[in-house]
């Protein structure tokens, strides 16, 4: 029974920072890739960033870019989102996300085996 739990949500004023943070148990994370979504309310499930099983490649969508920086630590088996320069459309629930492959190097939708249950996240202006 693998779970992945998400931490660190809240509320935050635009221009703020949050930082989240993704424990799992009954797998080693260090073996796959992980990734973050965020699915704002009425909106599809979006990628946000992903990390390589080694840490060494990491993906971020556009719109965050320069702003959010995804990392993990394997010895403690837990994958972090820094979230710097937030904005109101930040708003979103976030997932953390683990990849089906071992040894993988990016996260989509299609190959996330083990979903969090979700953290809020909410920018206010």
């Known amino acids: 029974q693998v779970t992945v739990v998400e931490s660190g949500g809240g509320l935050v004023q635009a221009g703020g920072s949050l930082s989240l943070s993704c424990a799992a148990s009954?797998?080693?994370?260090?073996?796959?890739?992980m990734a973050w979504f965020r699915q704002a309310p009425g909106t599809e499930r979006e990628f946000v960033a992903s990390?390589?099983?080694?840490?060494?490649?990491?993906y971020y969508a556009d719109s965050i870019k320069g702003r959010f920086a995804i990392s993990r630590d394997n010895d403690k088996n837990t994958v972090s989102l820094q979230m710097n320069s937030l904005k109101v459309e930040d708003t979103a629930v976030y997932f953390c996300?683990?990849?089906?492959?071992?040894?993988?190097?990016?996260?989509?939708?299609?190959?996330?085996?083990?979903w969090g249950k979700g953290t809020l996240v909410t920018v206010s202006s």
């Open positions: 996300a683990v990849d089906r492959f071992p040894g993988g190097v990016s996260v989509t939708t299609s190959s996330v085996e083990y």
């Open positions: 009954g797998r080693t994370l260090s073996e796959y890739a």
């Open positions: 990390i390589s099983w080694t840490g060494a490649v990491t």
